[in-house]
């Protein structure tokens, strides 16, 4: 089982297509796939219709932008059914606010001598109002102010940076409610990414698993391998069942690429078990 629960098309801050993606996803021997857009689920159809032709196993999935503690925290809804009216109301009320936020981070950069990256943002994504950090990333590096996307977020986009404009996504009860709602199951993207201190990971934890969720990634493209061996750990600790995705945005983004990541700990439960 070659199992990556989490990447990105054009519906949100990929720079592919949802069928290619399944077609690059395929091509990498990945076996259950899904599909998980920023706060968005116009890809799932398309994703779904390519995977079963190539005979891929796939998952509907989610990535919410969610606020937790003055933090923006991601959480993955796996195997939610896409066409949940309260899960779509959700996720265009989380969405709304990316266009004017994209305005102010415009505004931001151009304060400090960068200009027109609103605009140039633009033109890396169809949707105003899915304009995303990574948007203004690839327009900044096209315009030669760093020389990759993560360099981007290093000196422009990341917490405290001149061009971070803060944000209020959704509440992680809502959030959790909401995947629930349409028959899926919550995970924590990522939990490596965030920059919490220890009393905070373990009330986000806590909090987690009393809203019901049970289960977070552990191997992520997003994680190094050191965060691969300290997630499994809080996996066994908390008794989480573990997810593996590459996070996968586009080529030449990111650490890996789609379904090339190593497998979980074998002790570990992984959360796709109950639907395969
Ligand atoms: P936003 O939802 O607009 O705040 O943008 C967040 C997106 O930026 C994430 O989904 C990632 O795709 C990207 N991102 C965040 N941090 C980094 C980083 N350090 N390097 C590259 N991309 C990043
Ligand atoms: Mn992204
Ligand atoms: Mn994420
Ligand atoms: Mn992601």
Redesign the pocket.
Known sequence: MNADLHCHSTVS?GQFAPAEVAARAHANGVTLWSLTD?DQLGGQEEAKKAAEALGMGYLPGVEI?VTWASR?VHIVGMNVDPANEALLCGLEATRNGRAARGVAIGEALGAVGIPNCYEGALRYTDDPDMI???HF?RYLVEAGYAQS??EV??RYL?DGKPGFVGHRWAKLADAIGWIRGAGGEPIIAHPGRYDYTPVEFAALFDEFIQLGGHAIEVVTGSHTPDQYREYADVARRYGFEASRGSDF?GAGEGRVDLGRLPPLPDDLTPVWERWV
């Open positions: 801050d920023h932008s923006t995303s950090r990574t990333a996307t993560s977020f290093a990341g945005h």
